[in-house]
């Protein structure tokens, strides 16, 4: 049984998954979320891909009607499997995938989907740089390189 720490780390996970189906920052959260359940085995992030694939079709085709009802279940779904992952991995291993669990849903668990970090609607002309994220570095060079 997991503990009320590990239980809110999956519910907001599970929250996460929903609230950036379709949003924005989908295909980089996709990704990012496919990493932290594959943990480093190429087969299970395929398989999360494709969970989360089809998490976000069933959300997009959810009626007007139902789509809170569908949004709530797959929330669920996605905490459980997450609450699943947390209850296999040694204290040290469930500790760093808490702390990027907590991470996804600061980024992405609000309503309307990510938080910061996107950049839609613009025109960019000539050489473009763009950073998401936190305490990144990033040096850019245009030019000859001298």
């Known amino acids: 049984m997991l503990?009320?720490?590990?239980?809110?780390a999956a519910a907001g996970g599970g929250m996460a998954v929903v609230q950036s189906?379709?949003?924005d920052g989908w295909a980089w959260f996709r990704v990012r979320c496919a990493r932290l359940v594959g943990r480093g085995?190429?087969?299970?992030?395929?398989?999360?891909?494709?969970r989360l694939d089809?998490?976000?079709a069933v959300l997009?085709?959810?009626d007007d009607s139902d789509r809170e009802r569908v949004r709530a279940v797959h929330a669920v779904l996605w905490q459980g499997e997450f609450a699943s992952l947390l209850d296999?991995?040694?204290?040290?291993?469930?500790?760093?995938?808490?702390?990027?669990l907590v991470q996804l849903s600061k980024e992405f668990g609000t309503e309307g989907g990510p938080s910061r970090?996107?950049?839609?609607?613009?025109?960019?002309h000539g050489p473009t740089a763009v950073q998401t994220g936190d305490h990144n570095r990033q040096e850019n060079h245009f030019g000859s390189g001298r």
Do not use: K, P, Y
Not at 3 to 8: I, M, P, Q, V
Not at 41 to 50: C, G, K
């Open 3 to 8: 503990s009320e720490a590990l239980t809110a």
């Open 41 to 50: 085995d190429a087969d299970a992030e395929r398989a999360a891909l494709d």
């Open 54 to 56: 089809r998490t976000a």
């Open 60 to 62: 997009d085709a959810a």
């Open 117 to 124: 970090g996107v950049v839609s609607g613009n025109t960019f």
């Open 88 to 100: 296999t991995l040694a204290d040290d291993e469930r500790a760093r995938l808490v702390e990027q």
């Open 21 to 23: 189906a379709g949003a």
